[in-house]
């Protein structure tokens, strides 16, 4: 029996030393810069030579450009859509193009533009996309960095300039990294709420509010203020609209700005700092203080005063204040139309929606809590940088409002049956704890910035569908949300702020299952109609005669370049049907994410044995139970996952690496 038990733990090492070597490893011809992931599971890297597509499940090199002085925020999606932009800077001469993700070719290209793609805003009905472009945005870490943003407004489809407008003032600008000797690194306006387009009008959120007309440019209503209140990133709320109204905060107020005059209709004031907004209903539900990350070195700070407010969207009336919360507020989420859930630094909080009477409060025991989710069982899950824990919030409810004990022996009866049974001892409070602490070994700051980035993820990918399905159960709709066709570099820089400030933003980065295509997937005969669950449509390109200016006539020569500037291009070398059977793969993938549902929230940490080494733990959010594993000793401070093929993604040199998510 003895060699029986040693041959098994031999053959666990094997195991365990086998699957720490990358799924696969594309070698590229420089060190890698950068690297994004995209919602087709398309990997865009940058090199100091080149820009790559790489098949973010096979490795496969899909495409490359020979494109010389690309950094990390030279590259931007254009959600919804089958297009990136590439803003390239080569000394006088600057160029923003607009490229075909899936084969590297342009579709059009202004050279009125310098800087980079910092965030947009595009309507495909329209055919209209919104820029806001910062040229020279380079500093050292730890300095305040301003710049003066440009806007460009194009038609989509062409690439035709249709307005632009210079701030008035330079603002300040967040660095894309913390931490020490960084050298020169890149400055974003993460800081800074995305640009909207709604109702024809273009909502920009820098120097304040301000709307104008999204074709003509013509401004429509302003009001300035300061943004980033004592130096904190994203202290105001997105903005969130219903039928009649779009609402925006700042300054201590919520605003409702009629969608179809465009003017200020009500004012709800003295609030406070309001960095979360929702709509359930006539209600406007604003949370008011929080935690934030301070912009000049990243760390996490407290600002008051604390507490969630009703506001009736009719007339602006505050209906009620709840003021019982403590210091490290967390976002707000719903378990149903008429329970809220916060979490502060001491306890979890149910409040009734109605009134804003606390319903009751339990004890959560997690050191600096900073965001409460539900899972799919509806369950609380309350959580730190190093540890989450579970709470039936049916209880907690259920001990408010004195349901019949048959009522709880029904419940707790099915949940058992579906999910096992559960620790439901008075002692523990939770119904599972996880803690999962950062490695010892290692610099601290560096293991700090990992543990930060893994946890995050949940945020970016599974938390964001959770946190929507979440919504649609407490009857928000998803349509009052309004990050689906904005991008902001946030999203591939999302461990650069706070956890708080991620959970309150999640449920709004939903991906849409509407795309409009415009490269080689438009001009492939019987692809649309392969890919079942997506809503893919094609523009109307203008035609000759109405045209207007040289400009788009300039744009549409660009729709079909010359090959040279690509240097491999992997669907234009396959026949008809291996292109479609690649292409439909793509928009399988980009489906996938759509429908994406989240099971698990990482911790960098030492793993058990039979690993016995550093690497990530994936905890799942409904059972608490530690169920993947991903043997990566230290990996770059960039890593990703994708959550559609099980991999994460690291940088080593010149090789951009995909490793695999082990089992329990």
Same mark, same amino acid.
């Given at each position: 029996m003895k060699g029986l038990a040693l041959l098994l733990c031999l053959l666990c090492f094997f195991a365990a030393s086998h699957q720490a070597q990358p799924a696969w490893e594309a070698r590229l011809d420089g060190r890698v810069a950068f690297y994004q992931t995209t919602d087709f599971g398309i990997v865009l890297t940058g090199t100091e030579n080149s820009l790559y597509a790489v098949d973010g499940q096979t490795g496969e090199r899909i495409w490359r450009k020979a494109t010389r002085g690309l950094n990390e925020t030279s590259i931007t999606p254009i959600p919804s859509t089958d297009l990136i932009l590439i803003s390239t800077d080569e000394g006088k001469k600057s160029r923003l193009e607009a490229v075909d993700i899936l084969t590297g070719k342009s579709i059009w290209q202004s050279e009125k533009v310098k800087g980079d793609v910092l965030q947009l805003a595009v309507e495909p009905e329209a055919d209209l996309i919104a820029t806001v472009l910062v040229k020279d945005a380079r500093g050292k870490a730890g300095e305040k960095l301003k710049r003066k943003p440009v806007v460009h407004v194009f038609q989509l489809s062409t690439g035709e300039e249709l307005w632009k407008k210079d701030f008035d003032n330079e603002i300040e600008m967040m660095p894309s990294r913390f931490g020490e000797n960084l050298g020169e690194i890149s400055f974003t306006l993460d800081n800074y709420r995305a640009p909207l387009i709604l109702d024809g009008r273009l909502f920009l959120f820098y120097e304040g509010a301000t709307s104008y007309d999204a074709r003509t440019g013509k401004e429509k209503n302003r009001e300035k203020f300061k943004?980033?209140? =004592?130096?904190? !990133?994203l202290t105001e709320a997105d903005p969130v609209f219903d039928d009649k109204y779009i609402y925006t905060s700042g300054r201590g107020k919520v605003r409702a700005v009629n969608r179809k005059s465009g003017e200020v209709e009500w004012e709800a004031k003295d609030l406070g700092v309001t960095p979360e907004m929702a709509i359930v209903g006539n209600v406007l539900y604003v949370r008011t203080g929080g935690q934030f990350t301070r912009i000049e070195d990243g760390e996490t700070v407290e600002k008051g005063s604390f507490g969630v407010s009703a506001i009736d969207t009719k007339n602006g009336k505050t209906l009620w204040r709840y003021k019982g919360a403590d210091k490290g507020l967390t976002n707000f989420v719903f378990s149903d139309t008429n329970t809220i859930l916060i979490a502060d630094k001491d306890d979890l909080i149910l409040i009734d929606a109605r009134n804003g009477k606390r319903l009751n409060k339990i004890e959560h025991d997690i050191e600096r809590a900073q965001f409460v989710l539900i899972n799919e069982r509806g369950d609380a899950v309350v959580g730190g940088r190093d540890e989450i824990a579970g709470f039936r919030v049916s209880s907690l409810r259920s001990q408010a409002s004195n349901q019949s004990t048959f009522q709880n022996i029904k419940f707790n009866a099915q949940h058992e049956k579906q999910f096992g049974s559960l620790d439901l001892r008075p002692e523990t409070k939770a119904l599972w704890r996880v803690k999962h602490t950062a490695p010892s070994r290692g610099i601290l700051r560096t293991v700090a910035g990992i543990a930060l980035r893994a946890t995050a993820l949940y945020f970016r990918y599974g938390g964001l569908a959770t946190s929507a399905l979440n919504l649609t159960r407490g009857g928000l709709s998803l349509a009052q949300t309004v990050n689906s066709f904005r991008w902001s570099g946030l999203r591939n820089r999302f461990s650069t702020v706070d956890l708080t400030t991620l959970a309150s933003n999640s449920a709004k980065n939903y991906i849409s299952? +509407? /795309? %409009?295509?415009?490269?080689? &997937?438009? %001009?492939? #005969? $019987? @692809?649309?109609?392969?890919?079942?669950? *997506? +809503? /893919?449509?094609? #523009?109307? *390109? #203008?035609?000759a005669s109405n045209i207007r200016g040289k400009i788009i006539g300039k744009a549409i020569d660009k729709a079909t370049p010359s090959r040279a500037d690509v240097q491999e291009n992997l669907l234009e070398r396959l026949d008809p049907i291996r292109r479609i059977e690649k292409l439909s793969d793509y928009f399988f993938r980009r489906k996938r994410l759509a429908e994406l549902r989240g099971n698990y929230m990482y911790f960098y940490t030492d793993l058990p044995k039979p690993f016995d080494k550093k690497g990530l733990v994936g905890v799942n959010v409904h059972t608490g139970e530690? &169920? %993947? @594993?991903?043997? /990566? $000793?230290? #990996? =770059? !401070?960039? @890593?990703?996952? =994708?959550?559609?093929v099980g991999l994460l993604y690291s940088a080593n040199a010149n090789r951009l690496q995909a490793f695999e998510f082990l089992r329990k």
């Open positions: 943004v980033n209140e =004592d130096g904190l !990133a299952r +509407q /795309i %409009r295509v415009y490269g080689i &997937a438009a %001009r492939t #005969p $019987n @692809f649309l109609n392969r890919v079942n669950g *997506l +809503q /893919i449509s094609t #523009p109307t *390109l #203008p035609t530690d &169920a %993947r @594993f991903v043997l /990566i $000793n230290e #990996p =770059d !401070a960039e @890593f990703v996952t =994708d959550e559609t």
